[in-house]
């Protein structure tokens, strides 16, 4: 299994700039579909953006408008996420996730075909945004 730990989350004013980092532990395999995914308060879970593992691909969600950017560094088994000009609505738990063996597309993010197979979730990082 997989082992990932968030980090870099914190407080922001709206317009501001911040970086996640999923550092995951184990073998990583090139099959395996990266995410990060972020819950609100009161709110289901949703997709925000995902990469292929071996190819760097990446998939958005489409309400971000470019503002986010997801990337990779392979030999130190190291998700990003780079977000900016940050709104409000953007507090949220943010979460890693590494789903193995089905690809990666737009579907990744959505959160009912993850929830049909295997799913590997870090544990979460606070991101607020706030005057």
């Known amino acids: 299994q997989v082992r990932l730990v968030e980090s870099g989350g914190g407080s922001v004013q709206p317009g501001g700039s911040l970086r996640l980092s999923c550092a995951a532990s184990g073998s990583l395999n090139y099959n395996y579909c990266m995410g990060w995914f972020r819950q609100a308060p009161g709110k289901e879970r949703e997709g925000v953006a995902a990469s292929h593992f071996g190819s760097g691909d990446a998939y958005y969600a489409t309400s971000l408008k470019g503002r986010f950017t997801i990337s990779q560094d392979n030999a130190k088994n190291t998700l990003y996420l780079q977000m900016s000009s940050v709104k409000p609505e953007d507090t949220a738990m943010y979460y890693c996730?590494?789903?193995?063996?089905?690809?990666?597309?737009?579907?990744?993010?959505?959160?009912?075909?993850?929830?049909?197979?295997?799913?590997?979730w870090g544990q979460g990082t606070q991101v607020t945004v706030s005057s």
């Open positions: 996730a590494a789903i193995p063996g089905r690809g990666c597309g737009t579907l990744s993010l959505d959160m009912n075909w993850v929830r049909r197979g295997s799913v590997y």
